[in-house]
């Protein structure tokens, strides 16, 4: 497959404008939503930004093929799989569940497959070596042409494509800016974007302070935490609060949300003010990452 000659406008030109909106809760509070899942339909939100540096680098170091991991429902599959697509690129899934295999494939892994994705699915156990350097040794060795980017995106150069989710105007006129967390690269990216005023405020999907250690690795601010008190159980957990309160804050704002990611961020962001968490006058900026791909989850 011919490469596409990629360079940054290239991404720069889809992203255009991105939009912002603002919601009416409470008078105490200013809060306002960047809306990165209009971005566009497939590299949606986030994994625009995470994955811009990865592809361009693959190409200037000669590849022609990408390789990434994620689970049966990753936001990250799915949008690799288009980049790649969209940019002239080869791309191989490594997926976590070998008994997936067996099964009709879900809407994500279908997608991810009709741009072209090889899909290659490995046992829950052997999923969890990826980022041990025997286990990507081997991979390199199974795909040699191939220019692997890390589980959810999260490398150093996603990290530098997501300090370009804060504008200058980001910087000026916020206190606060929310994100949701998975792998730590979208916060990590925030956080040196920020300014020195500003609280980075992320939303745990999993449980436990690991995802703190992590982005600690990326950063040495001090301006931020992550809260894992609204994982309603962890990763794809969706009880029926949760789903009750993402159909009326769709109802009441007409801003669609998923419930692996952003309907928990919006919850606990609800929640908290309404236990008064932020002091008055506070400007708040919510990055709605994107990922509604995951909406088929249930």
Not at 54 to 68: I, K, P, R, S
Not at 231 to 241: L, Q, S
Request: with cysteine; proline share 3%; charged share 20%.
């Amino acid at each position: 497959m011919e490469l596409i000659d990629l360079d940054s406008s290239m991404f720069d030109s889809i992203a255009q404008t991105i939009a912002y909106q603002k919601l009416i809760l409470d008078p105490s509070v200013s809060l306002s939503i960047k809306r990165l899942d209009q971005i566009h339909p497939q590299i949606s939100g986030n994994k625009f930004f995470k994955l811009k540096y990865n592809v361009l680098e693959a190409q200037q170091q000669g590849f022609d093929n990408v390789l990434t991991f994620g689970g049966a429902y990753s936001n990250h599959i799915a949008a690799t799989a288009y980049a790649a697509h969209l940019f002239g690129l080869k791309s191989v899934g490594i997926i976590r569940g070998e008994e997936l295999s067996d099964k009709v494939l879900n809407p994500t892994l279908s997608t991810a497959q009709h741009f072209g994705m090889q899909l290659h699915f490995v046992s829950r156990q052997q999923y969890r070596h990826k980022d041990q350097p025997e286990y990507l040794s081997a991979l390199k060795q199974q795909f040699p042409e191939h220019y692997i980017i890390p589980e959810g995106g999260t490398n150093a150069l996603a990290i530098q494509g997501c300090q370009e989710i804060l504008s200058e105007h980001d910087r000026q006129n916020y206190d606060v800016i929310c994100c949701a967390v998975g792998t730590g690269g979208t916060i990590s990216g925030l956080i040196e974007a920020s300014a020195a005023h500003q609280t980075i405020l992320g939303f745990s999907v999993l449980k436990g302070d690991f995802l703190s250690h992590e982005v600690a690795q990326y950063t040495v601010k001090k301006n931020w935490n992550i809260m894992d008190d609204y994982c309603f159980g962890g990763y794809a957990k969706a009880p029926t609060e949760l789903m009750q309160f993402i159909e009326k804050f769709e109802q009441d704002f007409a801003i669609p949300l998923e419930q692996v990611y952003t309907g928990k961020m919006l919850y606990g962001i609800f929640d908290l003010i309404q236990k008064k968490y932020f002091p008055p006058n506070t400007r708040i900026l919510i990055i709605h990452s994107g990922g509604l791909q995951g909406k088929a989850l249930k």
